[in-house]
């Protein structure tokens, strides 16, 4: 009985039975599997990508939806106008109607406008500044100068009213230029003064002035960078009063003039006025490089009033020669030169 069993297990467990060669189509089976399963994976990730793409381009969209229909642009353009146009001499930023306004995904705003300068009637690009500002408010800037000429002086114009500085100045360059010409020139003053009174002694001139450098408690109330011209001359960093920018509630620039013209002479408080709004607005509202002295700048003119030390004009380069015959004038610096675009005054 027990070799029947013997025998019997032996026949059930023959080694036939246990055959590993695999059948001659898994290995081509497995195959198709693999390119199944990759192809399956490939479409997955396309399918993801697909979806990671539809979601940002919701995203952006909803970001520029979101930005278009609430005052951030405006607010946006207004810091550039503000800051640049209040520290810059004589520069003015490009008022495009609808300016051109990148958004990243971290919601920071990117934009390059043009930079120009009065000479006569004409606006003459002289560069253009690239701006960022983060979500939150900071706001940085490079200007990039397309200068005329090489090697091109850029030293401060202005220097502070405490002496009578070396005679060197570019009159002499102005009195080679012929007739025919209108040009830019900036020049300082021997004491502080108001707007008003600087108006007034420029009134019997046919020329037009563009800003004015601003005495605001530097070197008296605090420290800033600064660097001497010669004897205890000093120039530096310096608020602009520019002829006013009309911003509407929702920071939408409505009205800006190009010039001080004789006509404001006798409104100047007007202009005043909107500068300390801006100042006030720009010291709130925006976070920028300087903004603490800018601070203390306006809590000195609060206290203070305005006051100025120069002016930037442009006109017909003759009547522009015709300011050396003020002894309160010194310190010229001639800039842009155009061929004539002017309107005389009558």
Do not use: C
Not at 8 to 26: A, C, N, Y
Not at 90 to 101: C, L, M, R, Y
Not at 212 to 227: I, R
């Amino acid at each position: 009985m027990r070799d029947e069993f013997e025998s019997h297990e032996q026949d059930v467990l023959r080694d036939e039975d246990f055959d590993t060669e695999p059948p001659k189509w898994s290995k081509k089976k497995f195959n198709r599997m693999i390119w199944r399963t990759r192809v399956k994976m490939l479409v997955n990730a396309a399918s993801a990508m697909l979806l990671l793409f539809l979601l940002y381009t919701v995203y952006i969209s909803a970001i520029h939806i979101y930005f278009d229909t609430t005052d951030v642009r405006g607010k946006f353009i207004r810091s550039i106008i503000t800051v640049v146009e209040l520290h810059e001499d004589g520069v003015k930023v490009e008022k495009p109607a609808n300016p051109t306004i990148e958004v990243t995904p971290f919601l920071t705003q990117k934009t390059t406008l043009k930079l120009y300068r009065d000479v006569g009637k004409w606006q003459v690009i002289t560069g253009e500044i690239r701006v960022k500002q983060s979500l939150l408010g900071k706001l940085t800037y490079s200007i990039e100068n397309t200068g005329a000429y090489m090697n091109n002086d850029s030293q401060a114009a202005f220097i502070l009213p405490s002496s009578i500085m070396f005679d060197k100045n570019d009159l002499e360059q102005l009195r080679k230029i012929e007739d025919g010409n209108v040009a830019e020139l900036s020049f300082s003053i021997n004491t502080l003064m108001s707007p008003e009174q600087l108006m007034e002694m420029l009134d019997s001139y046919d020329i037009a002035v563009t800003g004015m450098p601003v005495y605001a408690g530097e070197l008296k109330d605090f420290d800033t960078p600064h660097t001497v011209g010669g004897g205890t001359d000093y120039y530096v960093p310096h608020l602009t009063l520019r002829p006013m920018s009309v911003f509407e509630e929702n920071n939408k620039l409505s009205m800006w003039q190009l010039y001080f013209s004789a006509e404001d002479k006798g409104r100047m408080s007007e202009h005043i006025d909107y500068m300390m709004s801006d100042l006030n607005w720009m010291t709130t509202n925006i976070r920028y490089y300087g903004v603490d002295q800018d601070k203390q700048r306006l809590a000195y003119l609060q206290k203070n009033g305005v006051q100025v030390y120069g002016a930037t004009v442009t006109g017909p380069v003759r009547e522009l020669e015709k300011l050396k015959e003020q002894p309160e004038f010194r310190e010229f610096r001639l800039g842009r030169i155009e061929v004539w675009n002017w309107e005389e005054r009558s």
